[in-house]
């Protein structure tokens, strides 16, 4: 397993990068967050994965908005070729190892223990087409919520889509914490796990109702991207 190496200093300067590659590459970053999400308890973020920019959103949420210390389990394969996510809180997990699994999982045990730690998850394992279902978790989350009880538990949902810019738009809801009388300790891991997935899958497929008719409410624009061709476009013809 690879630990993290966090860099405060590396942290600061890779926001700057992060930013600007997001404003670059997006028309605009939508977010909800619940209001009972405590930034001070530790807290598991659960988030579906599909897209490479998964790995990018978080930094810029947890900048912007949550203020806490960040880690995320990465691939070990992927973190061996991206290796600066370790100076911003990635650790590794190996799933071709039981025990590699083991080791990585109770790292992320230990990453909980403190006030305003954050762990980052895709319990998905690989990037999936959003509309796949049933999304799939992997049930490490539920080993992990049977070591660290009581940790607050978030749902996340991303949903890219194309709507009226040249430029992808993506919608990141967060919240609510899963309330704790549905994450009992003594339930199985295969419960814990099946638990926090349900609780993914419909807060995403809510989401991607409410964008497909317009009506995804509660969302504040974290950031609005660069001017695009179709921007210019219709500048100049508004002068034409």
């Known amino acids: 397993m690879i630990p993290a190496c966090k ?135 539920g080993y992990l919520l049977r070591e660290v009880p009581g940790i607050q538990v978030v749902p996340v949902s991303f949903y890219y889509c194309f709507l009226q810019d040249q430029k992808p738009e993506v919608f990141a809801d967060l919240g609510p914490p899963i309330p704790a009388e549905r994450l009992p300790a003594a339930a199985s891991r295969q419960q814990l796990t099946r638990t926090v997935e349900d609780a993914v899958t419909d807060r995403l497929d809510a989401l991607r109702q409410g964008v497909i008719h317009g009506e995804a409410a509660g969302f504040t624009a974290l950031l609005a991207g660069r001017s695009s061709t179709s921007d210019r476009f219709t500048r100049f013809f508004r002068r034409a």
């Open 7 to 141: 860099s405060p200093a590396f942290e600061r300067l890779f926001a700057v990068y992060n930013r600007h590659l997001l404003k670059r590459s997006f028309h605009r970053i939508s977010v909800r967050t619940d209001p009972r999400i405590d930034p001070v308890r530790p807290t598991l973020y659960a988030a579906n994965h599909s897209s490479w920019w998964d790995a990018l959103l978080p930094l810029e949420l947890n900048r912007s908005l949550l203020g806490q210390e960040l880690y995320a389990m990465m691939s070990e394969e992927g973190l061996r070729r991206f290796r600066f996510f370790r100076r911003l809180g990635a650790f590794s997990v190996d799933r071709g190892s039981l025990q590699g699994v083991k080791d990585s999982l109770r790292y992320a045990a230990g990453v909980l223990e403190g006030e305003r730690r954050a762990l980052w998850l895709f319990p998905q394992g690989d990037i999936r087409h959003g509309d796949v279902r049933p999304l799939g978790f992997h049930s490490g989350i």
